[in-house]
C-alpha cells in the first residue's frame, strides 16, 4: 500500500469551490477506524472504479464494517480492524452557487428577419446547488473525469449555452425584438437547462440573460441600415453624391504638378459622374426640345447673346446652363471632345452642340 491516511477531511474550501479530492491524485489507503471529519456544508462520497459507494453527511465518522458496508462487500475485507482499502473520498459542496456566469465563446449565426444573417454574442448569470451529491459525484467524476471547478463550470456553461442557441433557434425573433424578450427568454432557457442540471443532481435556481449584441460585423451592417432609412430618397442622394464627387475631381484637377492628386479624383468621381452626366444630357435634350421643333422665342423677348465658337470651362458651363463641374465631368467621360493647353480646357461650340444633339 503507498500510503495510510487515518484522518480524511477537506481543508476550507474557497466559496466556489465545488469539489475537493481526497486524495488531490491517485488512490488513498484508507484504514479500518480512520476518522472522516465531514463539515457543514460539505458531503463526503466514496468512489471507487468509477462508481459511488458510500455518502457521509456534516459530522465526525469512524469507518467501520458497519457504515461501510458497501466498500467492505465490494473489496471482501478480512475481520481484521486495521485492514486497509483503496477509494478516493469527494468533497462536495452543498452551498448555493448564486454567481455562476455564462456566456458564448463563439458568435451564434441565426436567421434574422431584418437583417438575412445576424452573428450574435451573449452573456448572462444563473445560480444553483448539488442537491444529490452522490449523482453529482457519478455523473460529473464517474463519467465525466472532471473535479476541478474551472472543469466543471466550462461544462455547465456548454450546456447553458447550447439550449439558448436552441430556444434562439425556435423563437425566429429578429435581433430588433430580442431586447423586449430577455425576461421570456430566461424563463425558457431555465426550463430546458433545469431537466439537463436535474441528471447531474444540481438544481437550477434562477437563470438570466444580461445581454444579447452583434459581432462587430453584424453592427457595420445595421449602422449601414440605418444610415439608409435616414436618407430617405435614394436617388436624389445618389445624384447628391455624384454632383460632389465631381466637384472634388474637378478641384483636384486643377491642381499644378499633381497627377497623382488628378488620377484619385477622377477615380472618385467617374463611376457617379457618368451616371450623372447621362441625367445632365437628358435635362438638356429636353430642354432644347422646343428649339428643334421650331418654337420662335414670344414677341418682345430678348435674344440671348451669340455664343463664341471656341469656350473655356466657365463659358461652356454657361451655355450647357450646368456648373463647370458638370462640363469637368462630360470631358473626363469622353462625351465632350476637348482640348487641355496647360491647366485650362478649350472646347468648341461644335463639340457642344454634337453633345446636346447626341
Not at 458496508?69 to 452543498?94: C, H, W
Not at 472618385?268 to 450623372?276: F, P
Not at 435674344?303 to 454657361?318: H, S, T, Y
Request: glycine share 10%.
Amino acid at each position: 500500500m503507498a500510503r495510510i491516511i487515518d484522518i480524511i477531511q477537506a481543508p476550507d474550501e474557497a466559496l466556489d469551490q465545488m469539489v475537493y479530492r481526497v486524495p488531490e491524485y491517485g488512490s488513498g489507503d484508507f484504514r479500518i477506524g480512520s476518522q472522516v471529519i465531514v463539515r457543514e456544508s460539505q458531503t463526503a462520497v466514496f468512489f471507487r472504479d468509477g462508481k459511488a459507494m458510500d455518502v457521509f453527511g456534516p459530522g465526525r465518522h469512524t469507518i467501520t464494517t458497519a457504515n461501510i458496508p458497501l466498500l467492505i462487500g465490494l473489496l471482501k475485507l478480512g475481520t481484521g480492524g486495521q485492514t486497509p482499502f483503496t477509494a478516493e473520498v469527494y468533497f462536495v459542496n452543498m452551498r448555493d452557487y448564486i454567481d455562476m456566469k455564462w456566456g458564448t465563446p463563439e458568435p451564434i449565426a441565426l436567421r434574422d428577419k431584418d437583417l438575412g444573417l445576424a452573428r450574435l454574442r451573449a452573456n448572462g448569470r444563473y445560480s444553483m446547488a448539488i442537491t444529490d451529491p452522490q449523482m453529482f459525484v457519478v455523473k460529473i467524476v464517474g463519467t465525466q473525469g472532471l473535479y476541478q471547478t474551472s472543469q466543471i463550470e466550462d461544462y455547465l456553461r456548454m450546456i447553458v449555452v447550447s439550449r439558448l442557441t436552441d430556444l434562439l433557434g425556435e423563437t425566429a425573433a429578429g435581433l430588433f425584438d430580442l431586447p423586449r424578450l430577455f425576461d421570456e427568454m430566461s424563463a425558457g432557457v431555465k426550463a430546458k437547462v433545469n431537466e439537463d442540471f436535474a441528471a447531474l443532481g444540481i438544481t437550477l435556481k434562477q437563470m438570466y440573460i444580461q445581454s444579447i449584441s452583434p459581432t462587430e460585423e453584424t453592427q457595420r451592417a445595421i449602422d449601414e441600415r440605418a444610415s439608409m432609412g435616414a436618407i430617405g430618397d435614394m436617388q436624389k442622394y445618389l445624384q447628391f453624391q455624384a454632383a460632389r464627387a465631381m466637384g472634388d475631381a474637378a478641384r483636384s484637377s486643377g491642381e499644378a504638378g499633381s497627377a497623382a492628386a488628378t488620377g484619385v479624383g477622377l477615380g472618385a468621381g467617374l463611376g457617379m459622374g457618368v451616371g450623372m452626366a447621362g441625367m445632365i444630357s437628358q435635362a438638356m435634350s429636353s430642354a432644347m426640345q422646343p428649339a428643334a421643333s421650331g418654337a420662335q422665342p414670344a414677341a418682345g423677348t430678348s435674344q440671348p447673346p451669340a455664343a463664341p465658337d471656341v469656350m473655356n470651362l466657365d463659358e461652356a458651363a454657361a451655355y450647357l446652363k450646368v456648373t463647370p463641374a458638370d462640363v469637368q465631368g462630360l470631358i473626363t467621360s469622353g462625351q465632350v471632345r476637348a482640348k487641355q493647353i496647360g491647366t485650362e480646357y478649350r472646347i468648341s461650340k461644335k463639340a457642344l452642340d454634337d453633345f446636346l444633339s447626341s
